[in-house]
């Protein structure tokens, strides 16, 4: 599709048929953004005339289908044909704007998922807001309920979609707001549905969202599950092209470099090769926070979530004492080697080690409480290449 999103709401625009054959009305609520194509291909009385129908603004279109008094299209909206003698070549369309999210219903849902007993890593608010200024208002509903599930053990993160709106809009709206649990997607795409194979216009989140399930926790989402190369993606058909432009929401930040300083993930082009890729890796922490990029933010949520599951495990327990009511030095060295054999063991590759201190000092025998500082060493990310080529008579020293 090659159209704007009319958000906050869910319709169907008027029918337009430029034609002078009966008209078609649409009704119901339509489930998806589209916009939407009835073609006549044999004209006729209806029943007897044919059509094919688009939901992507004629990149494609369905089989060949009898015309009827009405028929259900897969983006939830109803065609009603008018009695009369359709016309071959005849189009009606229409645009379809799919229901958004409000920061209402979004809370609702998250506070039912931190109250569960689902453990989830990630959760995905599908739906872009009007505006940059009221994708910011989503993110703020989302700090306050991320950090509700955090203090709840419930170490998951959000990912949210920016608006069809600029770089620079989302760079303002977004200049004072700092969480290292919210992740931003930026910029817009024409993307090959799995589900209906038609080409329809979504958020870089659609993709960059699976990546991230994919991969393992410590790998870029711009790379293959192995980490072995770049990786590209298979159904984004085109990033910004003649007739979808950065004004429309598109971005290509190998073109246009803005979403990643931002603290946006996006999608981007690599200059010598085809396809297209995922930019960023990034949270929307602060940019002097240990979180900025999304392995360490993943790796230490799992980590959490880990020793929140290994310390329940230890309630109840009777722990041998010294005195003063500390915990006895033998104890505390066996729950420090535990609790790390259980950190690295779920960590794995993802991490280089781990290591767990509980507290000496903790008076136990009065508080009921052990106090544990639980740390992961993670690897560096090679993020930018700074090089110096030249011609040289002899090769020179290693630097």
């Known amino acids: 599709g090659k159209r704007s999103c009319q958000a906050w709401r869910s319709a169907s625009s008027a029918v337009t048929a430029p034609g002078g054959g009966p008209t078609a009305t649409v009704s119901g609520a339509p489930v998806a953004d589209s916009d939407s194509i009835v073609r006549i291909i044999a004209g006729g009385a209806r029943g007897t005339a044919t059509f094919q129908y688009s939901l992507d603004g004629g990149d494609t279109y369905s089989d060949t289908i009898a015309t009827a008094a009405t028929y259900l299209l897969p983006s939830g909206v109803t065609v009603n044909f008018a009695i009369g003698t359709y016309v071959a070549d005849e189009t009606y369309s229409w645009t379809d704007t799919a229901p958004i999210n409000t920061t209402t219903n979004i809370g609702t849902a998250l506070d039912a998922l931190i109250v569960s007993a689902t453990d989830v890593e990630m959760v995905h608010v599908l739906g872009s807001a009007a505006s940059a200024a009221d994708a910011a208002t989503m993110a703020a509903t989302l700090s306050t309920k991320v950090a509700s599930a955090w203090a709840a053990h419930k170490y998951f993160f959000v990912v949210f979609e920016g608006a069809e709106a600029?770089?620079?809009?989302?760079?303002?709206?977004?200049?004072?707001?700092?969480?290292?649990?919210?992740?931003?997607?930026?910029?817009?795409?024409?993307?090959?549905?799995?589900?209906?194979a038609e080409v329809e216009k979504k958020s870089s989140a659609r993709v960059i969202v699976p990546r991230l399930a994919r991969n393992p926790i410590s790998?870029?989402?711009?790379?293959?599950?192995?980490?072995?190369?770049?990786?590209?993606?298979?159904?984004?058909?085109?990033?910004?092209?003649?007739?979808?432009?950065?004004?429309?929401?598109?971005?290509?930040?190998?073109?246009?470099?803005?979403?990643?300083?931002?603290?946006?993930?996006?999608?981007?082009?690599?200059?010598?090769?085809?396809?297209?890729?995922?930019?960023?890796?990034?949270?929307?922490?602060?940019?002097?926070?240990?979180?900025?990029?999304?392995?360490?933010?993943?790796?230490?949520?799992?980590?959490?979530?880990?020793?929140?599951?290994?310390?329940?495990?230890?309630?109840?327990?009777?722990?041998?004492?010294?005195?003063?009511?500390?915990?006895?030095?033998?104890?505390?060295?066996?729950?420090?080697?535990?609790?790390?054999?259980?950190?690295?063991?779920?960590?794995?590759?993802?991490?280089?080690?781990?290591?767990?201190?509980?507290?000496?000092?903790?008076?136990?025998?009065?508080?009921?409480?052990?106090?544990?500082?639980?740390?992961?060493?993670?690897?560096?990310?090679?993020?930018?290449?700074?090089?110096?080529?030249?011609?040289?008579?002899?090769?020179?020293?290693?630097?």
């Not at 809009?169 to 919210?182: L, P």
């Open 166 to 196: 600029s770089v620079s809009s989302h760079a303002t709206a977004f200049a004072s707001y700092a969480d290292k649990g919210v992740v931003g997607c930026g910029g817009f795409c024409e993307l090959t549905s799995a589900r209906t």
């Open 219 to 399: 790998i870029m989402p711009w790379r293959d599950a192995a980490d072995a190369n770049l990786d590209p993606f298979s159904d984004v058909v085109s990033l910004v092209t003649s007739d979808n432009t950065e004004g429309e929401g598109y971005h290509d930040e190998e073109a246009s470099p803005g979403y990643t300083a931002a603290r946006f993930n996006s999608l981007r082009t690599v200059t010598g090769t085809q396809g297209v890729y995922a930019a960023g890796g990034v949270t929307l922490a602060a940019n002097t926070s240990d979180y900025q990029l999304l392995p360490y933010l993943r790796i230490v949520l799992k980590a959490a979530r880990t020793w929140y599951q290994f310390a329940i495990t230890q309630l109840g327990r009777r722990v041998r004492t010294k005195a003063g009511g500390t915990i006895d030095e033998r104890f505390a060295k066996a729950l420090d080697r535990l609790g790390k054999a259980k950190i690295k063991a779920a960590l794995g590759s993802d991490i280089r080690d781990a290591a767990v201190i509980v507290s000496r000092s903790d008076v136990i025998t009065s508080t009921q409480t052990l106090t544990a500082q639980v740390r992961v060493v993670v690897d560096g990310y090679l993020l930018t290449f700074n090089s110096e080529i030249g011609l040289a008579s002899e090769l020179p020293a290693a630097a």
